[in-house]
């Protein structure tokens, strides 16, 4: 792999999630492949989970790791050509990339979008330099327009947590154990005595998970790169045919639920076509989330879409659309959903402390399976170079 963008170039779903189960079963079994090898990962923006996952994910795989806040230490950075450069920026970007690339083997960046210009963050500017100047292989660490990595963990998490999964389920045998997990903050195994033995046999149910991504309030302008990538991974899943029962073999025993994909959010935020393709949209928030098996709750500001001059703006103050806030009254119309989201989260303000907190949350098993997406990728690089 010499680019992680978009969902196609994982490659075939079923083939990334059973490499994800090889990953978690024993994530140290590659250290040789990273021997002398350097990840730079370098952000132009805040970061814990996709810092912190992304490095220890390099070091499990044997890899350095350097990592680079652009806005700590280095050089204020200029990015566009023919710019006389008299300002507070000391550097081009043209000259940064290369001496930046000739220090490691692989790159991952995180840039967001800077809504100054719709064209300019959904042409991918600055990642766009990075892969044509580099000369690496380049992993996207959330972009203007994309955050891969975090659709992947959340594709693995609504896998390992699809409702037809015994373990997975509390009110059935084995629900205490994963309860008891999601409570000490750990990812449930993909393997093992509380996952192994259950699946294989349910790889031929058919009843499709349903899974909606509702927008919440929040007082500032947030990018779309998280609902885009969750769009895209989830359209992509629910267009992969799920293998008969029996006929995955042990490889693929974390088998791709049947995905029926719900996008709610209030008139005016509607997702680029790109990502949102021909996925189901409904304004009801109330009504989307009837029967949902997922919550997955996201601010995010005006995509430009239908005015592409409101792009990057709060349409509403956030005052009046409080009760789009994912709480109780919405989960009690669910069937019993799981709660998602990429954190950070503000609370009161995008979901209830009482939903985040609850047995049916999954933000920290979903988190934890950053660490699982990162090493597929850096893995998949590590094999290609
Ligand atoms: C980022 C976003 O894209 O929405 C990163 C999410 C992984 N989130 C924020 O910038 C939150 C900032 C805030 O003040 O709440």
Redesign the pocket.
Request: charged fraction near 25%.
């Given at each position: 792999m010499k680019l992680f963008q978009h969902v196609q170039d994982i490659g075939d779903l079923r083939v990334a999630l059973a490499e994800a189960q090889q990953v978690k079963r024993d994530r140290y079994q590659w250290q040789h492949l990273g021997r002398n090898k350097t990840a730079l990962l370098i952000f132009f923006?805040?970061?814990l989970?996709?810092r912190l996952s992304t490095q220890k994910a390099a070091m499990n795989l044997g890899m350095n790791v350097i990592v680079l806040d652009v806005n700590q230490g280095a050089w204020k950075l200029e990015t566009e050509r023919g710019v006389v450069m008299d300002g507070d920026k000391s550097e081009h970007l043209l000259e940064a990339i290369p001496v930046m690339a000739s220090y490691c083997d692989i790159i991952g960046v995180r840039s967001?979008?800077r809504f100054e210009s719709r064209q300019d963050d959904y042409e991918e500017r600055i990642l766009n330099q990075f892969i044509r100047y580099s000369g690496r292989p380049v992993f996207f660490m959330?972009s203007a327009t994309v955050?891969p990595l975090?659709a992947f963990a959340d594709l693995i998490t609504i896998a390992e947590n699809r409702p037809d999964r015994p373990t997975s389920n509390p009110s059935r045998e084995g629900g205490e154990k994963l309860r008891a997990a999601n409570e000490r903050s750990e990812a449930l195994p993909l393997t093992g005595e509380r996952g192994e033995g259950h699946l294989s046999s349910l790889c031929g149910k058919e009843r499709p998970v349903k899974v909606v991504l509702t927008w919440a309030p929040?007082?500032?302008a947030?990018?779309?790169?998280?609902p885009n990538s969750f769009a895209e991974w989830m359209n992509a899943a629910a267009a992969t045919v799920t293998p008969p029962q029996g006929g995955a073999g042990g490889e693929l025993d974390l088998a791709l639920p049947p995905i029926d994909f719900v996008v709610t959010h209030p008139e005016g935020y509607e997702l680029d076509l790109q990502f949102v393709g021909n996925a189901r949209v409904e304004y009801d928030q109330m009504k989307a989330f009837e029967g949902a098996d997922f919550i997955y709750a996201?601010?995010?500001s005006c995509p430009g879409v239908t005015r592409p001059e409101d792009y990057g703006k709060v349409l509403h103050d956030y005052h009046t659309m409080m009760d789009w806030c994912v709480g109780a009254r919405q989960m009690a119309v669910t069937n019993d959903a799981r709660f998602m989201h990429?954190?950070?989260?503000?609370r009161n303000m995008i979901v209830t402390d009482d939903v985040i907190e609850g047995p049916r949350s999954l933000v920290i098993p979903e988190a934890a399976n950053r660490e699982i997406s990162a090493q597929v990728v850096l893995k998949r690089m590590l094999e290609a170079l």
């Amino acid at each position: 792999m010499k680019l992680f963008q978009h969902v196609q170039d994982i490659g075939d779903l079923r083939v990334a999630l059973a490499e994800a189960q090889q990953v978690k079963r024993d994530r140290y079994q590659w250290q040789h492949l990273g021997r002398n090898k350097t990840a730079l990962l370098i952000f132009f923006n805040n970061s814990l989970r996709t810092r912190l996952s992304t490095q220890k994910a390099a070091m499990n795989l044997g890899m350095n790791v350097i990592v680079l806040d652009v806005n700590q230490g280095a050089w204020k950075l200029e990015t566009e050509r023919g710019v006389v450069m008299d300002g507070d920026k000391s550097e081009h970007l043209l000259e940064a990339i290369p001496v930046m690339a000739s220090y490691c083997d692989i790159i991952g960046v995180r840039s967001f979008a800077r809504f100054e210009s719709r064209q300019d963050d959904y042409e991918e500017r600055i990642l766009n330099q990075f892969i044509r100047y580099s000369g690496r292989p380049v992993f996207f660490m959330e972009s203007a327009t994309v955050h891969p990595l975090q659709a992947f963990a959340d594709l693995i998490t609504i896998a390992e947590n699809r409702p037809d999964r015994p373990t997975s389920n509390p009110s059935r045998e084995g629900g205490e154990k994963l309860r008891a997990a999601n409570e000490r903050s750990e990812a449930l195994p993909l393997t093992g005595e509380r996952g192994e033995g259950h699946l294989s046999s349910l790889c031929g149910k058919e009843r499709p998970v349903k899974v909606v991504l509702t927008w919440a309030p929040h007082p500032k302008a947030l990018p779309q790169a998280v609902p885009n990538s969750f769009a895209e991974w989830m359209n992509a899943a629910a267009a992969t045919v799920t293998p008969p029962q029996g006929g995955a073999g042990g490889e693929l025993d974390l088998a791709l639920p049947p995905i029926d994909f719900v996008v709610t959010h209030p008139e005016g935020y509607e997702l680029d076509l790109q990502f949102v393709g021909n996925a189901r949209v409904e304004y009801d928030q109330m009504k989307a989330f009837e029967g949902a098996d997922f919550i997955y709750a996201k601010n995010w500001s005006c995509p430009g879409v239908t005015r592409p001059e409101d792009y990057g703006k709060v349409l509403h103050d956030y005052h009046t659309m409080m009760d789009w806030c994912v709480g109780a009254r919405q989960m009690a119309v669910t069937n019993d959903a799981r709660f998602m989201h990429c954190l950070p989260v503000r609370r009161n303000m995008i979901v209830t402390d009482d939903v985040i907190e609850g047995p049916r949350s999954l933000v920290i098993p979903e988190a934890a399976n950053r660490e699982i997406s990162a090493q597929v990728v850096l893995k998949r690089m590590l094999e290609a170079l």
